[in-house]
């Protein structure tokens, strides 16, 4: 079983940045491959950036250029940096850790770009 919270959500300006952090409890996190996604009342959860076990990454292309996920194994951790926020990157951003067949999901942190 693997327990996740995130934190690091809240209220920014457009173009302004936040920096999501996920820990994870157990001493297997190194083995999993962690993800960010997001989700909006009424739409369907997205994929926003994910990083392997061999630290490769992937993003949605509506991030690129302006998120950077990362981890840090030794304190069981993964990060989502978010610069250049816009108002659509409005939503609750969840952790997500999967190593075939578990998955697990964080409670999620709202995070909300507005002027």
């Known amino acids: 079983q693997v327990q996740l919270v995130e934190s690091g959500g809240g209220l920014v300006q457009p173009g302004g940045s936040l920096r999501l952090s996920c820990a994870a409890s157990g001493n297997i996190f190194r083995l999993y491959t962690m993800g960010w996604y997001r989700q909006n009342p009424g739409k369907q959860r997205e994929l926003v950036a994910r990083?392997?076990?061999?630290?490769?990454?992937n993003y949605a292309d509506s991030v690129k250029g302006r998120f950077t996920i990362s981890r840090d194994n030794a304190k069981n951790t993964v990060y989502l940096r978010m610069n250049s926020l816009r108002p659509e990157d409005t939503a609750v951003y969840s952790c997500?850790?999967?190593?075939?067949?578990?998955?697990?999901w964080g409670p999620g942190t709202q995070v909300t770009v507005s002027s």
């Open positions: 990083i392997t076990t061999s630290g490769s990454t």
């Open positions: 997500h850790a999967a190593r075939l067949p578990d998955d697990y």
